[in-house]
């Protein structure tokens, strides 16, 4: 079985009043008609144990998305399965295996961070034996720990974000549901966050996530669906969405003394050979086996090798691709 099942998902807004536009402009596609498509008709399924994530600009439907799949929200139609109970309709159940920070969600300022967690473990039934063994490795791992004691209104953004993972972690779900887990947090904040999410899924979490954050969907996620206008647009590895626009692959390499740029192009799987100021820019179909080629070569030869590096695409100049031309969501 799926960990999440989502089935030509939909969800319409009624225009805002006059004067109190939100993020659209008149333009956009999402809004034809007066309503505004937040969410035009996707579907998709993530594994257990994947971290997947929804990575799109401002606008595109990916907290819509995410506030359906954890009950918030009534879709317009549409299914989402949750571990097989429906996400709107089997809430509770639903409650039961996930755990969720949503876009700009707030601690209870007044209690502490030991408090807070203590607080959400009594909720949701956890014992009090667990909760406070739960509440301690939580607050150490994410490095809260020293200032358990101190109320969360005194908490720093990153703090306080780090915070609301221990608590969604709290209950310990199967299915855990970040809205921009590291938006606007210092590296250091992010980089606990970033280790943690890695760690929960290793141990068989799964992680639905969403995020601007090329860095973050390239680092951690299984696959990732870019989404825009409401609309999935790609799905597949990062991999994959970096090969999908990629122009080419190449090696830049600097030789110590001889060998020609017809040698090079003789080799297995290489698309050009271009001579530059210091040697050679060559491009390839797989980077791995054109470097393990070269090398293997330049050895025969007895070359020494003064420089070598290698340029792949990134995800960003794929997503930005991939998007490209669709116009602004905002
Ligand atoms: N409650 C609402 N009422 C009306 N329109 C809404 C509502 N919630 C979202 N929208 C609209 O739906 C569209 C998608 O918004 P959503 O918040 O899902 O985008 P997002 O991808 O999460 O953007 P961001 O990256 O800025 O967080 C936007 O046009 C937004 O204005
Ligand atoms: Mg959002």
Redo the contacts with the bound molecule.
């Keep these: 079985m799926s960990a999440i099942v989502v089935n030509n998902l939909v969800k319409h807004?009624?225009p805002?009043k006059r004067g109190k536009s939100?993020?659209?402009g008149p333009n956009?596609t999402?809004r034809t008609m007066g309503i505004?498509r937040?969410v035009d008709d996707i579907s998709f399924e993530v594994k257990k144990g994947e971290v997947f994530g929804f990575l799109?600009?401002?606008?595109?439907?990916?907290?819509?998305?995410i506030r359906m799949m954890t009950g918030v929200l009534k879709p317009t139609r549409g299914e989402i399965k949750i571990l097989g109970s429906n996400a709107w309709k089997n809430q509770i159940a639903v409650k039961q295996v996930t755990g969720n920070v949503p876009?700009l969600a707030n601690v209870y300022l007044d209690m502490s961070g030991l408090q807070n967690l203590m607080f959400i473990g009594e909720i949701y039934g956890v014992s009090k034996q667990e909760r406070i063994e739960r509440g301690e490795i939580l607050l150490k791992k994410f490095d809260l720990y020293e200032k358990r004691a101190l109320k969360a209104k005194k908490y720093s953004k990153g703090m306080k974000q780090r915070l609301l993972l221990c608590i969604a972690l709290m209950t310990n779900p199967k299915i855990l549901f970040l809205?921009?887990p590291t938006s606007g947090l210092d590296v250091q904040s992010a980089k606990i966050i970033k280790d943690l999410i890695k760690e929960y899924n290793k141990e068989g979490m799964t992680i639905f996530l969403?995020t601007?954050d090329m860095e973050v969907a390239n680092s951690l996620c299984d696959r990732i669906a870019i989404?825009n206008h409401?609309k999935i647009i790609s799905l597949d590895t990062p991999e994959n969405i970096k090969k999908l626009t990629q122009e080419y692959q190449a090696i830049d390499l600097h030789l110590v003394n001889g060998v020609s740029k017809q040698e090079i192009k003789d080799l297995r799987n290489i698309i050009e050979v271009q001579e530059v100021q210091e040697g050679f820019h060559i491009i390839v179909e797989d980077i791995h086996d054109s470097i393990c080629e070269i090398v293997d070569y330049i050895k025969t030869r007895n070359v020494k090798i003064k420089h070598l590096s290698t340029h792949k695409p990134k995800l960003e100049e794929a997503f930005l691709k991939i998007i490209e031309g669709g116009g602004k969501?905002e």
């Design positions: 807004f009624k805002p939100r993020k659209m956009s999402q505004i937040a799109g600009p401002n606008g595109a439907g990916k907290t819509t998305t876009e809205d921009e969403t601007h989404i409401g969501n």
